[in-house]
């Protein structure tokens, strides 16, 4: 239902760009973003956001870093990171709101399909 890619190794302060395609009822969800979990640590949220979010909702940790936008007409999620750190280093996963569901949500429970995951991995 949601297919990632991108993802990778970089240097700290380098970029990397994640996608994620929605299909089946998932490309019917209105709202769809990115969770990350390193070794060791919870699962937390990203970013997230819709057709009419404008720049979406970001966590603080990536804030001026990380920019995320969504392609209504491929069913589709970008998260743009930029200036990336050792601490950004994890496996980061979409997902996809229930279908309906118009207003975006920090905890993970709240989401109702999920991609794979894909490593971003951030050397210092």
């Known amino acids: 239902q949601l297919q990632a890619s991108g993802g990778g190794y970089v240097q700290a302060g380098g970029s990397l760009r994640l996608s994620c395609a929605a299909s089946?009822?998932?490309?019917?969800?209105?709202?769809m973003g990115w969770f990350r979990q390193a070794p060791g640590k919870e699962r937390e949220f990203v970013a997230a956001?819709?057709?009419?979010?404008?720049?979406?909702v970001i966590a603080d940790s990536a804030k001026g870093r990380f920019t995320i936008s969504f392609d209504n007409t491929k069913n589709t999620v970008t998260l743009q990171m930029n200036s990336l750190k050792p601490e950004d280093t994890a496996v980061y996963y979409c997902?996809?709101?229930?279908?309906?569901?118009?207003?975006?949500?920090?905890?993970?429970?709240?989401?109702?399909?999920w991609g794979q995951g894909t490593q971003v991995t951030v050397s210092s």
């Open positions: 997902a996809a709101r229930p279908i309906g569901i118009t207003v975006v949500s920090r905890a993970s429970s709240g989401y109702r399909w």
């Open positions: 089946g009822r998932a490309s019917s969800s209105s709202i």
């Open positions: 956001t819709g057709p009419h979010f404008g720049n979406g």
